[in-house]
């Protein structure tokens, strides 16, 4: 009844931009936790970026003063901006949504929920 859709990867130049999308489908009522991980191969899934419905924000060491995560809760959409982008920023970015929460006529279902995944490759 949910579904995460991913947009914006592809190959970037070394030092160049990109941006990441992530929606959210479905008779969404709320998210309460917004978050983009980076997969490489023979690693798990680590945590890039995080916002919460009220607006803070979590980043790993690697993408500080590089990466920003924002939302547009009407939209159900969030954003991962990526400036400065390196090698080893390779990876494929998966979205992930916790605590949404949607409804069924007047059932109310409260999870996580994962994107496809998009594959960024940083590369000259």
């Known amino acids: 009844q949910v579904q995460l859709v991913e947009s914006g990867g592809g190959l970037v130049q070394p030092g160049g931009p990109r941006r990441l999308s992530c929606t959210a489908s479905g008779t969404i009522v709320s998210i309460s936790v917004m978050a983009w991980y980076g997969k490489t191969p023979g690693r798990e899934r680590e945590l890039v970026a995080s916002?919460?419905?009220?607006?803070?924000?979590n980043y790993a060491d690697s993408v500080k003063g590089r990466f920003t995560i924002s939302r547009d809760d009407a939209k159900n959409t969030m954003y991962l901006q990526m400036n400065s982008l390196k090698p080893e920023d390779t990876a494929v970015y998966y979205c992930?949504?916790?605590?949404?929460?949607?409804?069924?006529?007047?059932?109310?279902?409260?999870?996580?929920?994962w994107g496809q995944g998009t594959q960024v490759t940083v590369s000259s």
């Open positions: 992930n949504d916790d605590g949404l929460t949607y409804h069924i006529g007047a059932k109310y279902y409260t999870g996580a929920y």
């Open positions: 916002i919460t419905n009220g607006g803070r924000t």
